[in-house]
Each structure stands twice: as C-alpha cells, then as structure tokens.
C-alpha cells in the first residue's frame, strides 16, 4: 500500500528545540544538548526513512541565532561543518538527497563548499529528501524569493500579472519539493519561529514536552499516529 494511503506523512518538518534545557538539567554546557541533538537527527533521517516518510526537513539554524553567544555559534556552525563533511558514505549508503535552505552565503566560505559538494554528491539520489535550515527565516526566504521575482520582471522575463502560488513556491528554497504535512516541535513551546511560514500553510502541527536530545523513533512514531489520526481537511474537504 502507498505510504500515503497508510496515513504516513509525505514530508514532515521539525523544530529541533529543547538541547539547551536537556544539558542544564544536567550539568552540562547548552553546547552538549546541541551535540546530543545532531546524534539524534541523524537516527531520526534513518527512522523516518524506515517509516516511508519522503522528506524531512529540520531547522538546524535561524536567521536570529547568529545572535546567541559566539563561543555558541561557533560550535553549531562546527557541528554543522562536521555533517556536512562526514556524512558522504552514508548519505550514499541509504541513498539520501541532501539540500540546504536558508541564506547560504552568509555561511563561512569552506561551509559553502562541503555544503554545495554534498548537495551536488546526493543529488541523483532517490531516497529520502533531507532538507536542512542553515540561517534559514521564512521572512528572510520570501524577501529573496520577492528580490529575484522582481529582477526577472525587470529583465523582462517575467510578467508579473502571471505571477501564481505555485510560481512563488518554485522561487523559494523549498522548489520542487512537496509542502510539509506534519511539523513537530519538541520541548514544549507552541510556536513557529519564522520557519517554513508559506509551506506549513496547510500542515497538521504537533507538539511535544520531549527535549530534542531525548527524542526517538518511539516519538516520532506516536507524532505519526497522532497526525493519522487528525482529519485532513483542505478548504472544508478531508483527504
Ligand atoms: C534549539 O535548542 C536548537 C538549536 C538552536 C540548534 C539545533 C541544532 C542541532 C540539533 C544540530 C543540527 C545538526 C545537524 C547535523 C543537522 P535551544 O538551544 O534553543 O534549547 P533551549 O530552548 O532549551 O535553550
């Protein structure tokens, strides 16, 4: 049976919140949470592959976090570096197409390059679509989507009154991939936080207490069910 049809999301979305938390329980340095938590995307991207899910999509850094503390910063940009070099073989093992989205040329110059490698490297792959928000705002996506929109108009190109939905989801850094269904928010807060704000328009939002560096398959399983269990209803008519 096609996994839509047994109630499994198409694309799910994810607000990784919560490492801080986890590691002051602890004892340990909010840098420790964010250690955890790469671990745990890592058997998540695996689990929801396993599960039928198509594509997933995880905000691993906003626009506004470059205002944390730099000690801060520098270590997820190097944890992000680390992925980005490292993860070749099994991207190619479990055929995982990688992009990233988000403003990438604000990323240091050697980021840029592991990120453009990886992308060009998976880009024939035909699993699971793995999407990563690096300095990613949904404001800041539709303000380039709007910029390049309005060159093509003033070149010519583009004549604004055939301007459609679907021609602005094509400019965003989503093109061409299906809008999310699910998105997931761990930790306990109820908010979107400027992410993915055109694509989730229709989506299911789920919330749970667990901090991301204790989340699982056993978790995400349950945020399945409960997304199974929803109604969807689209312009009054369920899917
Ligand atoms: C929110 O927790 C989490 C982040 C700002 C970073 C998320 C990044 C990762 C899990 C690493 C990503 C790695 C890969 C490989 C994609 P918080 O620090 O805001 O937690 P708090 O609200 O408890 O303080």
Redesign the pocket.
Known sequence: MAEAERGIPTHVAII???????ARKRGLP?TA??AQ??K???QILEDADHMGIRYLT?????TE?WSRPQPEVKM?MN??RT?MKTSLAKCAKNNVRIRVIGDKSKLDVDLQKAIAGLEEDTRDNTGIGFQ?AINYGARDEMRRAVTKLCEKAKSGALDPASITEETISDSLDTAGIPDPDLLIRT?GEERLSNFLMWQLSYAEFYFTDV??PDFNKAELEKAVDAYRHRERRMGGLVR
């Not at 990784?16 to 986890?22: F, V």
């Not at 995880?58 to 906003?62: E, I, L, R």
């Open positions: 990784m919140d919560g490492n801080g938390r986890w909010r949470g964010h938590g790469a745990v995307v890592e995880v905000y691993a850094f906003s976090n997820l944890l992000l992925y990563i930790s901090a991301w």
